[in-house]
């Protein structure tokens, strides 16, 4: 029985606001898990677009959150955290409840995009939020609940989306968008009755300094090094499902078993894997890690080309577990990071300088993993590994870079880490 509450205790977030966090995870993860599940049926069935063209949306819009990345975190600076995610939240809710109402592919285009850059825009909020809200101990922490519980909440989506397209209807499929929208809404009413966050002391010489982060070349270096360690995500969602079919004799249905390895192990393991993340040293030492153990994946990855049965089945899985390793250290470094790293007064442009050189990465990543692992045969499966091994080596001077140089409130960001205890603040109202 003690057992028994020692685990839920681990699963429980803290009370108050990181529980409130984590509740909101979830249930903004049953939205999306539920669309998602049956998007390209939507999109293909109700609205009548062809593939191509669902395609060339999902496209734009990904080039439309490079493009915005930067000044919507500017925009997130100035009008703070909390109205960012309400608001991104908000035009979420407005944007999927358009979605049955689309009768062209330019209409669609326009909701992609839209759809894109609130989300965004959110997403930037609630990282502004939390930092700003919660003292810098427990920041990394809160996040790591909230990801279990969205990782929980989107196994929850995925089962209601799979209901949906189990019923073969227009009316099943347009009610699983308005699903999305609605939980959108509530989201975004349940943001505004949050605690307020104190607020963020906008001085002259901050504000002439805001961006002051386009010429910070060690942030942007260990941004970019943290863009390339993003590559494990594709890895594990597109090459490795995609060797398995090509390239093993592994069953079809293993595929769904590994990608539901990967969720139980993040919702169980994310918060104790979180441990370690509370400095500038520890991220690097997570980064590090993290970029070795996918190093070793990635050859175990070609291995399971030459075995066969219930061997191919087993280094598959050997691989699944690597990789989520890696996603569960690499997470917590970049929580770290986001949070801790950037002045408070600039915390969304500094996101959205490191969001637009990780979204400029995804679109090459896909493309060349795929030809380095896929396309040789399984020797470019080393190459893959040689380039999470170079990451290992380059993030200790990387990170280190970065602790030594100051930013715009003069401090490093190792001296920030260390004494900023929620934010720069004069307590304010916010009405968001």
């Known amino acids: 029985m003690d057992g028994h509450r020692f685990a839920a205790s681990r699963l429980l977030p803290p009370p108050g606001l990181p529980r409130a966090i984590a509740y ?3 249930m903004v993860a049953i939205g999306s898990g539920t669309f998602l599940t049956g998007s390209i049926v939507f999109f293909t069935e109700v609205l009548g677009l062809s593939p191509v063209q669902i395609g060339v949306g999902f496209s734009i819009a990904g080039l439309a959150g490079v493009v915005t990345s930067l000044p919507l975190g500017a925009l997130a600076d100035r009008i703070g955290g909390q109205r960012s995610w309400a608001l991104g939240a908000l035009g979420s809710a407005l944007t999927f409840a358009a979605y049955p109402l689309v009768t062209s592919f330019a209409g669609f285009v326009v909701l992609m995009v839209v759809a894109a850059v609130t989300d965004s825009f959110a ?26 519980y969205l990782n929980a909440g989107f196994t929850v989506g995925t089962g209601l989306g799979a209901l949906a397209l189990a019923f073969d209807s227009t009316a099943a499929l347009v009610a699983m968008v308005l699903l999305n929208a609605a939980l959108s809404l ?95 040293p520890g991220a690097a030492r997570l980064i590090r890690r993290g970029a070795l153990v996918t190093a070793v994946a990635c050859p175990l990855a070609a291995l399971a080309g030459w075995t066969g049965g219930g061997w191919t089945v087993v280094v598959l899985i050997g691989v699944v ?10 997470s917590a470094a970049l929580w770290f990071f986001q949070t801790n790293v950037p002045p408070a ?28 692992a896929i396309q040789t045969g399984g020797w470019g499966w080393w190459v893959v590994a040689a380039i999470f091994v170079g990451c290992a080596l380059a993030a200790g001077p990387a990170v280190g870079w970065v602790a030594r140089t100051p930013r715009i409130d003069g401090r490093t960001g190792a001296q920030r880490a260390a004494t900023e205890p929620a934010a720069e603040t004069v307590v304010r109202p916010t009405s968001a």
């Open 24 to 26: 909101q995870s979830a």
């Open 123 to 148: 997403n930037a909020g609630r990282t502004i939020y939390t930092a700003d809200a919660m003292p810098a101990a427990d920041r990394v922490r809160t996040m790591a609940y909230a990801r279990s």
């Open 186 to 280: 509530l989201n975004a009413g349940l943001v505004t009755r949050l605690p307020a966050a104190p607020a963020v002391r906008h001085d002259r010489a901050t504000t002439a300094s805001r961006w002051a982060v386009l010429k910070d070349l060690p942030y942007a270096t260990a941004a970019a090094l943290l863009a390339v360690m993003m590559f494990h995500s594709v890895i594990l969602v597109e090459i490795l499902p995609l060797w398995a079919i090509t390239h093993t004799d592994a069953p079809k249905p293993l595929l769904g078993a590994m990608l539901a390895l990967n969720t139980v192990l993040v919702i169980t393991l994310q918060v104790p894997a979180s441990r370690g993340a509370d400095s500038l």
């Open 321 to 330: 577990v690597l990789v989520t390793t890696t996603e569960l250290w690499f």
């Open 345 to 372: 007064a600039s915390r969304g442009v500094y996101l959205g300088t490191a969001q637009t050189i990780s979204s400029t990465a995804d679109v090459f990543a896909p493309v060349g993993l795929t030809l380095l």
